[in-house]
């Protein structure tokens, strides 16, 4: 195993020129302490996610588990040609740096790349594009997904191999609007591919409904290994995102250039261009198939709660009819509960959440954080100034507007602007010394939240009537306006810490 410690110079519009995974990869090399790679062989099969768990999985993850760097396996058992890369997102500095911005300003920066975005751009036929360096067509006799990719498992019990950071790209069949996710994608076949689609939670399953209600299937392209600005912007939902926004401009927007798309060879639909792989297919109308058929294990794999997901009994079927990649491709992939997850789902949160509120108050709203033991989707801390009387009670209602832009958002934690909403110490301080449970918490029972979460359930509590129904609940701990001179924390020299400890940088802001 070689660590990439060598500090070189980084300009700063250095992550501006990155435009795909390699070049993500290259660099992270430049930054000591972010990129690991080894040659030793990994078994895709439980080993190499046994191996990052280690490493730098964090989030959700079963403890003992850290934040660490992005690793790169060179050598896959049973494959001579692909390379696995893993982790890219899993630290909110690393995403930070490959966005050219802070650790505190992403969610800002996501907000206003939504509100100005750049349209992905067709690239003539005449290009050759990246992704297409190799192509499989499903039609050769001897095409086998497994035999060309190593779709890895989390664990010794997943449903089957799954493809964990598929970007699946299609259009509506009405009138042509493009949508991009990320879905659940196991291996059921040599050339079938279930796919798991939260009702009503994804476009995609809009587009995928249309085609189905009409006896058509729905092409689609399946991007895997790309631009990290592209991932968290696939992240983006409804209402910040609206059905027939296309989230590839939300990282166009980032890179300040438009992402290149190219025609698929076998399907009626386009690729990202320089992705590492594509695997291109059609979701066949009203057929369904038991996610878990070939392994009966009842799970399907870690999801970002921490717990195994239940096998969904009826998944649509992603026929496969070709796959296309680079010259010694890299298969990216993550961990389902690890931080990478986390930053994905949490990052677009903070920018969703940052636009409903700045838009209904501005300027009270300071920052939003969405932390890894909230897995991104369930928990947000809400940094709010109160700078008047008036501003009593609106803590509140910034909290719902939170709710209302994030309908999957459980927990909602309002602290002052004198606390580090990026520091959960300084948070749980603000619970201890600006909480009372009985008068400083707010309940909303019985409204639609993940179904994921496994205590919303009629089995974890009768009250509650159905699967992924959940009490939404507001802890607030900010000062009340009339006791805040009572509240002010102990203030200490301002001292330059470089006479003493020459080359010192604090920790924060």
């Known amino acids: 195993m070689s660590m990439v410690l060598e500090k070189n110079a980084v300009t700063e519009t250095a992550a501006l020129e990155v435009s795909d995974l390699r070049s993500a990869?290259?660099?992270?090399?430049?930054?000591?302490?972010?990129?690991?790679?080894?040659?030793?062989?990994?078994?895709?099969?439980?080993?190499?996610?046994?191996?990052?768990?280690?490493?730098?999985?964090?989030?959700?993850?079963?403890?003992?588990?850290?934040?660490?760097?992005?690793?790169?396996?060179n050598k896959i058992k049973g494959y001579d040609d692909v390379r696995v890369a893993i982790g890219l997102l899993a630290s909110r500095s690393r995403v930070a740096q490959l966005m050219n911005t802070t650790p505190e300003n992403l969610g800002f920066l996501f907000k206003e790349a939504v509100a100005n975005p750049v349209p992905p751009e067709l690239i003539s036929p005449a290009t050759r594009a990246a992704c297409q360096e190799v192509v499989h067509l499903a039609t050769d006799p001897d095409f086998?997904?497994?035999?060309?990719l190593p779709a890895p498992t989390n664990t010794?019990?997943?449903?089957?191999?799954?493809?964990?950071?598929?970007?699946?790209?299609?259009?509506?069949?009405?009138?042509?609007?493009?949508?991009?996710?990320?879905?659940?994608?196991?291996?059921?076949?040599?050339?079938?591919?279930?796919?798991?689609?939260?009702?009503?939670g994804r476009h995609i399953g809009v587009f995928q409904a249309k085609a189905e209600a009409v006896g058509k299937p729905l092409p689609v392209s399946i991007?895997?290994?790309v631009d990290p600005a592209i991932y968290i912007g696939t992240c983006f939902e409804a209402p910040t995102t609206p059905l027939g926004y296309d989230e590839l401009a939300i990282a166009g927007s980032i890179r300040k250039r438009p992402v290149e798309l190219v025609d698929c060879v076998a399907v009626r639909e386009r690729a990202i261009a320089n992705a590492e792989v594509v695997i291109e297919g059609e979701i066949l109308p009203n057929v369904r198939v038991r996610e878990d058929q070939n392994t009966n294990t009842g799970n399907a794999m870690p999801e970002f709660p921490g717990?195994?997901?239940r096998a969904n009994p009826a998944?649509?079927?992603?026929?496969?009819?070709?796959?296309?990649?680079?010259?010694?491709?890299?298969?990216?992939?993550?961990i389902g509960p690890s931080f990478e997850h986390c930053s994905m789902a949490g990052i677009p949160t903070e920018a969703s959440i940052l636009t409903m509120v700045g838009l209904a108050m501005p300027g009270y709203v300071q920052n939003v954080h969405c932390p890894a033991p909230g897995n991104g989707k369930y928990l947000?801390?809400?940094?709010?100034?109160?700078?008047?009387?008036?501003?009593?009670?609106?803590?509140?209602?910034?909290?719902?507007?939170?709710?209302?832009?994030?309908?999957?958002?459980?927990?909602?934690?309002?602290?002052?602007?004198?606390?580090?909403?990026?520091?959960?110490s300084d948070v749980m301080w603000?619970?201890?010394?600006?909480?009372?449970?009985?008068?400083?918490?707010?309940?909303?029972p019985g409204v639609r939240c993940h179904p994921l979460d496994p205590s919303s359930d009629p089995e974890f509590d009768r009250s509650i009537r159905d699967h992924g129904i959940a009490c939404k609940t507001i802890f607030d701990c900010t000062v009340p306006f009339a006791l805040k001179d009572r509240f002010e924390r102990a203030r200490f020299k301002e001292v330059d810490v470089n006479r003493f400890i020459p080359g010192f940088k604090p920790q924060g802001r």
Do not use: W
């Not at 998944?315 to 993550?334: D, E, G, S």
């Open 25 to 73: 990869l290259e660099f992270l090399k430049q930054h000591p302490g972010e990129y690991v790679e080894t040659d030793e062989p990994v078994d895709p099969m439980a080993e190499l996610s046994g191996v990052y768990r280690y490493v730098g999985a964090h989030g959700t993850v079963m403890r003992p588990t850290q934040i660490g760097p992005a690793m790169v396996f």
């Open 144 to 148: 086998d997904i497994l035999k060309i």
């Open 156 to 200: 010794e019990v997943d449903a089957g191999p799954f493809f964990t950071m598929g970007l699946v790209y299609a259009a509506d069949p009405e009138n042509g609007q493009h949508d991009v996710t990320i879905h659940r994608l196991c291996v059921q076949s040599k050339d079938e591919i279930s796919i798991f689609i939260q009702p009503g």
């Open 223 to 225: 991007s895997i290994g």
């Open 307 to 309: 717990y195994n997901g």
């Open 315 to 334: 998944l649509q079927i992603i026929k496969v009819k070709a796959i296309t990649h680079r010259r010694h491709p890299i298969l990216q992939t993550c």
């Open 380 to 424: 947000t801390v809400l940094q709010v100034k109160k700078t008047s009387p008036v501003d009593e009670g609106r803590q509140r209602q910034a909290a719902l507007l939170a709710f209302s832009a994030f309908s999957e958002l459980k927990h909602v934690i309002l602290v002052d602007e004198d606390v580090d909403i990026f520091d959960l």
């Open 430 to 444: 603000a619970m201890t010394t600006r909480y009372q449970g009985d008068t400083s918490t707010v309940f909303i």
